[in-house]
Every structure is written in C-alpha cells, then in structure tokens.
C-alpha cells in the first residue's frame, strides 16, 4: 500500500518568514521617506519663493557658525537614516563652497556614521540584520575580517550606502577604533567630489573645476583599487579549500618510477 504520509514542511523556509517581512518593512518605510522629501521640495519649489544662491549664501554669513552647526547636524541625522547623504553633500557645496562644505560634510557623516553605529551596539546584531534587509548578506560578507581596509574598501566603492555599513560594522562589533578611522578617511573622496559637483554648478570656474576632477579621478581610481582587494581576498579563502589545486602531486608508486 502506497504511503500517504504528508511530507513535512520545510521548517528553513518558515524561519525565513519572519526575515522577509521585516525587510519588506524596511523598504516600504525606506520609500515612504525618500517620497516625502521629494514631495516636501516640490511644494516648497511650487509655493515658497526661494532666495538665491548669493541671498541665502549672505543669510548663513550673517549666522556665522551657527549656519555650520546647524548643517552639520542637519547631516549627521539624515546619515542616520536610507536617505542618501548625496543629497546633503552636494547642498554643502552649493551653500559653503567646495572647501568649507567639504569639512562641514566630512564632520557631518563622521558623527551620523558613529551614531548609527552606537544604535546598531545597543540593538543587537540580528534586529540590526533584519533592518539591513538586502544589504546584510553583503554588509556581513565584506566585513568578516573587521580590519581597517575592510571597512575602508566598502567606504570608497560606489554601491553600498554609508546606512548599512554603519549599522553593519556596529552589529558585527567592528572595533570602534578601526571603525572611526576607516570611516574619517575613507568618506572623504566621496565627499570632496559631491560638494565639488554642487559648488560647480553655481559657481563654476578653476579652482571648483580642478577640484571637482581630482575628486572623481580618485574615486575611479579607489574604487577600482578596492575591486582588487575584493578580488585577492577572495582568491585567499579559496586557497585553503584546494591546497593542492592546479598541482599534480605524483604519488609513491610514480616517484619510484613503478607504472
């Protein structure tokens, strides 16, 4: 007589059920943030006069450090959210300039990135998973070694937002040191190149044109050398996998010449 025991449920595809659903969370939220900024510019672009780039230029002057401050922080919150600081950075050059926005940008992601991470500590390694949603599986491969120049290669390559690897680095327990120091380093090609790009457009000229090139021919150049790094270490873990790949050992039999 045939069976007719009913197979059990795939208990793996359950447990991931959970998963799933705080991703789909996240990004819906994601969406939802990212649609209300566009539509809070549109209404101020349709129903507030705006002052131009000299007028509100003069109005920051006149708050002195005040106007750098409150940027700053301005920054460092929405570095703590999926919000891409692109937005900020290449606002900093238009209102500060390429040098000054550069600083005031590099704080900016500085102390977001450290305040994410510090959240990312004190919630736990698997919510902080969950909240990464697509970006965990490649947030926990590159940081398996929690070294400098891991943390450094996911700041300079393109594709990964500042978000998830600052939670990431908190939830794997990058040291905070290496962490710190990765990040001040590592935030400022990108940076330098977006504020160039915003002080560019309203004011172009030599010294904003020059700056605007050395910051994207370094990126191109870090991102290429932190595709390499990828690439060898890669290479590395496979090694230990097939140490003898690619190498015909001959045996005891063959060495004393027995066919």
């Keep these: 007589m045939p069976s007719t025991a009913v197979p059990p449920r795939d208990s793996g595809a359950a447990s991931t059920l959970p998963a799933r659903t705080g991703h789909r969370g996240v990004s819906i939220l994601r969406t939802a943030a990212l649609v209300l900024v566009v539509a809070a510019f549109v209404w101020l672009a349709l129903t507030v006069r705006l002052p131009g780039v000299d007028e509100l230029r003069a109005q920051l002057d006149g708050f002195g450090w ?37 600083v005031l940008s590099v704080v900016g992601a500085l102390l977001g990135s450290l305040g994410a991470y510090g959240i990312a500590r ?82 172009p000229g030599v010294v904003n044109g020059v700056l605007l090139g050395v910051g994207w021919l370094t990126v191109g150049g870090l991102t290429l050398w932190a595709v390499r790094h990828w690439r060898r270490a890669a290479r590395s873990a496979e090694e230990p996998e097939n140490p003898q790949s690619g190498h015909d050992t001959p045996s005891p039999r063959r060495r004393r010449g027995v066919s």
């Design 66 to 102: 005040w106007s750098w401050l409150a940027f700053t922080v301005l920054y460092a919150a929405v570095a703590l959210t999926p919000i891409p600081v692109t937005i900020m950075a290449v606002t900093a050059g238009v209102l500060f300039g390429a040098i000054e926005g550069t």
């Design 122 to 203: 004190a919630v736990g390694r698997e919510v902080v998973l969950r909240w990464l949603g697509r970006h965990a599986e490649t947030v926990e491969r590159r940081l398996e070694d929690t070294g400098f120049l891991a943390l450094l290669t996911l700041r300079v390559a393109p594709g990964l937002p500042y978000w998830p690897v600052n939670y990431g680095a908190g939830a794997l327990a990058v040291p905070l040191g290496i962490f710190a120091g990765s990040t001040a380093v590592g935030v400022i090609p990108g940076q330098l190149s977006l504020v160039a790009m915003g002080a560019f457009a309203v004011r």
